[in-house]
């Protein structure tokens, strides 16, 4: 520096203001007057209004995503995907024939009764298609259509317990009947479950690769999902077993009080009924509050933090 010369340089910012940051562009926005210059286009924020829909499910119904190449664990649960949807297909055309149906009822209207098994059929193998498309292309569309074809193949307008009896059942037992209607119901929510967790973990999957979020012990998180899928249906299955065999479970408990009581209660009509279902329920709730009252939920989750420590 020259002789003479003063390094003060606070002459340089008189009359200015120093900011720490670039000034808000919202901020200024707002005390722009009208007639003035344009809004910035990041200024005026963007407001999604939802539909009825959306209000209703609290989100879009079919929201639109675009993912990586799917990872391992995305693959292993489309296989699991696939395959359970290949057993509800078939367990769908052996525990719910046509019988009772609005394309059965209309075929038998229209005089052509093999159009009602024909339309039966159809319906199965398009909810295959829509869940083919949608495991393999991760299109939450393709699952959606899947989902309503398999769930309308299963109303029934007018059907008793006789149609069960006829047809491929028609050589199984009651109880084996029972079995595969229970069979047919958790497969049915399995499969609802797993290709659900096709698309939320794509999502994780794509957010981890692309560095939006950072998840520690991913395997972890896999392996709890896995045991899950293991143990939830063995319950469903075990709780929805107890409330179809009520008329077969009384009996065999007042067996060991009174054997003419059971056969009685074994032959009773109202146990087969909606009053046995409604029974059945009863004691699954009792059940169930026995669990929770001895706090074994919580007893088995901390035995399992017990083991990861």
């Given amino acids: 520096m020259a002789a003479g010369q003063s390094s003060d340089t606070s002459h340089l910012y008189e009359g200015k203001v120093i900011r720490a940051a670039a000034p808000s562009r919202k901020k200024l926005a707002g005390k722009m007057k009208a007639g003035g210059a344009e809004l910035p286009d990041d200024a005026v924020p963007e407001v999604h209004i939802p539909t009825f829909v ?44 046509a019988d009772g149906t609005f394309w059965n009822g209309f075929a038998l209207w229209m005089g052509f009764d093999a159009l009602g098994q024909i339309l039966h059929l159809l319906i199965v193998i398009a909810a295959l298609g829509a869940g083919f498309f949608g495991i393999f292309r991760r299109d939450a569309r393709g699952l959606l259509a899947s989902y309503v074809l398999f769930i309308i193949i299963s109303l029934r307008f007018a059907a008793s317990k006789d149609t069960f009896d006829t047809g491929m059942l028609a050589e ?28 939320r973990f794509s999502m994780l999957d794509t957010s981890i690769r692309t560095g939006e979020v ?23 299955a075990f709780v929805a077993s107890c409330t179809l065999l009520i008329n077969v479970i009384i009996p065999w408990f007042f067996e060991f009080f009174d054997k003419e009581t059971s056969v009685r209660l074994s032959q009773s009509v109202e146990l087969t009924s909606v009053y046995g279902v409604a029974l059945g329920t009863m004691f699954v709730f009792v059940l169930v509050a ?14 399992r933090e017990a083991a990861d420590d």
């Fill in 54 to 97: 959306e209000s209703l499910f609290g989100g879009p119904l079919v929201p639109k995503m675009k993912f990586l190449p799917a990872d391992r664990m995305v693959q292993t649960l489309q296989l699991i995907g696939g395959g359970l949807m290949m057993m509800l297909a078939v367990l769908t055309y052996l525990v719910t024939p």
């Fill in 172 to 199: 199984v037992g009651e109880f084996w009947t029972k079995q595969l209607i229970v069979l047919y119901a958790v497969s049915l929510v399995m499969y609802m479950e797993v290709t659900n967790g096709i698309i």
């Fill in 214 to 236: 950072y998840v520690m012990n991913v395997k972890k998180v896999l392996s709890r999902y896995h045991i899950s899928l293991i143990v939830t249906p063995i319950i469903a």
């Fill in 290 to 303: 026995t669990l929770f009252a001895a706090n074994i939920p919580l007893r088995i989750q901390q035995w």
